[in-house]
């Protein structure tokens, strides 16, 4: 279905099926935008959400895609703009996590943070400033992890902090067009991933490192992302949003 004067504004989602990615795709599609879901492998997770969006009476699409292949980025914009007729606003939500020391961490590891966190939403970036309508909006997803600094975690946050870097510059290279581009930075957050083989103990510990003492949710990074999506966040443009509680 080609739809060129599609009513709503369109957004693509990247890691969109779960955890913070789906709490994003819920919001924007609350907030009455028609949602593409992009998954890497998680197909029925997706369809599931799609799903359910549209019987809510929104609007989505489950599309797949691996971030890191510019090729599939620009299927995912293809797709996205045959079923809606344009592209408003991208998240670059999709990311993984490995933790070692420095010297411990091997090779694939590192090129796979690389691949996906770094490059992949460099992918996405180049295709949306060369897709986006004017007046569109990116929002990368980063980690307050770039200001903790904490041990283990080096190798991901070093491809975050690059994500910011580029955050700020292409918010300059799109001078003229009204796209802004920001990036949010989670502290912990309660997803199923975050929680996975941790001692209560340890997530207690965690929560109380900011002071507001809990854990994020995904709706309250959701809530941040869409206010940046917004009309009434278009004069936040090349900053980071630290969404943790005060923690950093």
């Given amino acids: 279905m080609n739809t060129q004067t599609h009513p709503r504004q369109v957004a693509i ?3 969109g099926s779960r955890g913070i990615g789906a709490a994003i795709s819920e919001r924007l599609a609350a907030n009455g935008y028609a949602v593409a879901i992009n998954y890497a492998g998680r197909r029925d997770d997706a369809e599931a959400l799609a799903s359910r969006l549209t019987a809510q009476g929104g609007e989505a699409i489950a599309l797949q895609a691996d971030v890191s292949d510019p090729v599939a980025v620009r299927r995912l914009f293809d797709a996205t703009e045959a079923r809606y007729g344009g592209v408003d606003v991208l998240v670059n939500n999709a990311g993984v996590m490995n933790l070692a020391p420095i010297a411990e961490f091997d090779d694939a590891a590192f090129d796979r943070l690389v691949a ?3 490059k992949g939403s460099f992918n996405g970036m180049r295709e949306a400033t060369r897709r986006l309508r004017d007046g569109g909006r990116i929002v990368n997803l980063s980690t307050s992890l770039v200001g903790t600094k904490l041990e283990t975690y080096g190798v991901y946050a070093a491809t975050k902090a690059a994500v910011e870097t580029m955050t700020a510059i292409v918010s300059k290279e799109l001078r003229g067009r009204s796209i ?3 990036a949010v930075a989670p502290g912990p957050t309660a997803t199923e ?7 209560p103990e340890l997530i207690d510990r965690m929560a109380r490192m900011n002071p507001l003492e809990r854990l994020g949710t995904p709706e309250d990074i959701a809530a941040v992302v869409a206010f940046l999506a917004s009309p009434q966040g278009g004069w ?3 900053q980071v949003i630290r969404a943790n509680g005060g923690m950093v």
């Fill in 116 to 118: 996906i966190n770094l």
């Fill in 236 to 238: 936040v443009n090349g």
């Fill in 193 to 199: 991933l975050f929680l996975e083989g941790k001692s």
């Fill in 180 to 182: 802004t581009v920001n």
């Fill in 13 to 15: 989602v990247t890691g």
